[in-house]
């Protein structure tokens, strides 16, 4: 049985923190999982920027509530719904999913949570799992699923990989060229066991 496994920014709605670096004129904050592999690092990142100034959740929520879900979006997953179930696996939090999900009709998304202080400050945020994605598309194929996922940024590439199929959506030529050497080396080791390759990693 097949589910299929999206990401959701980038996907099927703007990027969050692209929005909101846009909306608080704060154009660092357009760094995304598309730029820094390391998503502890760049949430600790940005939350320091917050911080600095002076900003918390209802700030971005505000953002996300003027947020429309990309061109085409809905109509996607609700004709892919119709003949398919579909989980949408995202690094993001329930505090930003949900305005979005709404738009979207409701899908059902696996996210993450946020710490907030009474103040509104964002302290700290919480993640289900360790390498959430690819744990979430493991744990599914370990109770009888095929997984077929999609999605755009570095932390897609684990679950896209595990998958029986998966396509990069929209990424940059970056990560593009990480797929490639990731399936090069694969192949290696595959036909070449002996082969000797220099260690690879993400960064
Ligand atoms: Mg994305």
Same mark, same amino acid.
């Not at 879900?69 to 993001?92: C, H, M, N, W, Y």
């Not at 930003?96 to 996210?111: D, E, H, N, R, V």
């Given at each position: ?23 608080? &004129? ?10 820094? +592999?390391?998503?502890? &690092? ?28 990309? +061109? ?29 999900? &709404? ?20 302290? =700290? ?7 959430? &994605? ?17 999605? =755009? ?51």
């Amino acid at each position: 049985m097949k589910l299929i496994c999206l990401d959701l920014e980038g996907v099927l709605v703007p990027e969050i923190w692209v929005a909101f670096a846009e909306a608080s &004129k704060i154009p660092e904050l357009k760094k995304t999982t598309r730029d820094e +592999p390391d998503y502890d &690092k760049l949430m600790r990142w940005r939350l320091s920027v917050l911080k600095e100034h002076g900003l918390g959740l209802k700030e971005i929520q505000e953002t996300i509530a003027s947020i429309d879900p990309l +061109p085409g979006a809905k109509e996607f997953l609700d004709e892919l719904r119709s003949f398919a179930q579909v989980i949408i696996i995202s690094d993001t939090f329930t505090e930003f999913a949900q305005p979005l999900m &709404k738009k979207l009709g409701w899908p059902t998304i696996f996210c993450n949570s946020l710490v907030v202080a009474e103040d509104g400050e964002i302290t =700290d945020y919480k993640m289900r799992v360790e390498n959430s &994605k690819l744990t979430t598309v493991r744990a599914l194929q370990s109770i009888g699923f095929e997984t077929v996922a999609s999605g =755009d940024s570095y932390n897609d590439l684990g679950m896209i990989l595990a998958g029986k199929s998966g396509f990069l959506f929209r990424t940059t030529e970056q990560i593009k060229i990480i797929r490639y050497r990731i399936t090069v080396v694969t192949m290696t080791f595959f036909f070449f066991p002996t082969f000797n390759f220099p260690p690879y990693s993400f960064s």
